[in-house]
């Protein structure tokens, strides 16, 4: 499989060894390649030998990331046309929510939200009183939270905004931290800006789930090269402790996420359109145009037969995986802690 991007010269690929290490420089053997399901374009998935990280090689650099980025990329308006996927935005913004009410049910606050969308939680928690603000890399979407629910919420990397020191009682990074380009930086910066005492809510694909075990190449949440590393609960957890944040909790269920990645996934691996229900339930048509109508009912012919069978599947495989926290999403509850 060729490569979009050519293996970099050895100062500028350390130099990416560097962005995405967590607590080191080393770098690791190829775990496999995979695909990227919208360019094309293929990436290798390796494993640091040193700190257990995995991640996406070669790293796009700050500028090249953009262009594996289309204008509808997590644009919730995009879902928002189609009934069932409107309800299931709904839902998932709601288990966040409760989420943080678990530990700041009867207190006011101060939020961040990175990688906010359209601000439905943070409108949320303003409405209950609370000081919120959010970052957002879409503009359609950091557009419709200003205008639309008049919210402070600019464009861009969240470190750009130079907040003052111990600004924040909570921060939350729902599926955003895989996206960063320098995760270690990242957290340091979180922890700068959280009050004494303050809590961080992180979301991430997991990368030891029985899912990704199973599809491997084909697994929905792999997302290359927008993830740009892929988590293991016990990587998570060890970047939280050493940017100074102590887990209070942490869970491998996810309604929103896990029950669709492996159905999707399953198809993917029985050689469908990769991520093809993805784009057909979320109203993705710029991909679906470039396809041939035979393609198209090659598909829909693939999901009459095989969903049947891979939704009850897909429910009954994640549920059991909970116990063994090998669900498809990590979930993790920090507080700050000082040196």
Not at 110 to 136: A, H, N, P
Not at 201 to 214: G, H, K, L, T
């Amino acid at each position: 499989m060729k490569m979009i991007m050519p293996l970099v010269q050895e100062e500028t690929r350390q130099k990416r060894v560097d962005d995405y290490a967590v607590c080191c420089k080393g770098e690791g053997p190829v775990l496999f390649e995979t695909r990227d399901y919208i360019s094309n374009a293929v990436f290798q998935i390796r494993r640091c030998e040193n700190c257990g990280l995995i991640y996406t090689y070669p790293q796009p650099s700050r500028e090249e990331i953009k262009d594996f980025y289309p204008r509808e990329y997590y644009d919730e308006k995009m879902m928002l046309h189609n009934f069932f996927a409107k309800q299931f935005v709904k839902f998932y913004q709601w288990a966040r929510i409760r989420k943080i009410l678990l530990y700041f049910r009867d207190n006011n606050g101060s939020m961040l939200d990175i990688g906010c969308g359209r601000g439905w939680q943070l409108k949320y928690f303003q409405q209950k009183g609370w000081e919120v603000c959010g970052t957002e890399l879409s503009e359609i979407s950091s557009d419709f939270a200003r205008k639309g629910l008049r919210l402070n919420v600019s464009i861009g990397d969240f470190k750009e905004r130079h907040f003052e020191r111990e600004t924040f009682d909570v921060v939350s990074l729902w599926h955003v931290f895989e996206h960063l380009l320098r995760p270690k930086d990242a957290l340091e910066e979180i922890w700068r800006i959280t009050k004494k005492e303050g809590m961080i809510f992180v979301s991430v694909p997991n990368f030891s789930s029985w899912q990704s075990r199973i599809s491997r190449q084909f697994w929905f949440h792999l997302d290359v090269p927008r993830h740009l590393s892929h988590f293991t609960p016990k990587s998570m957890e060890r970047l939280l402790e050493i940017a100074g944040f102590h887990v209070m909790s942490r869970s491998c269920l996810s309604f929103e996420y896990g029950f669709f990645g492996i159905v999707q996934s399953l198809l993917n691996l029985m050689g469908g359109d990769f991520n093809f229900l993805w784009d057909l339930l979320s109203r993705k048509a710029g991909r679906m145009r470039g396809m041939s109508k035979s393609k198209i009912l090659k598909n829909l012919a693939l999901l009459s037969l095989l969903c049947p069978f891979y939704v009850p599947i897909g429910f009954l495989l994640e549920l059991l995986s909970i116990p063994f926290f090998s669900g498809s999403v990590i979930t993790v509850v920090a507080r700050k802690i000082e040196p």
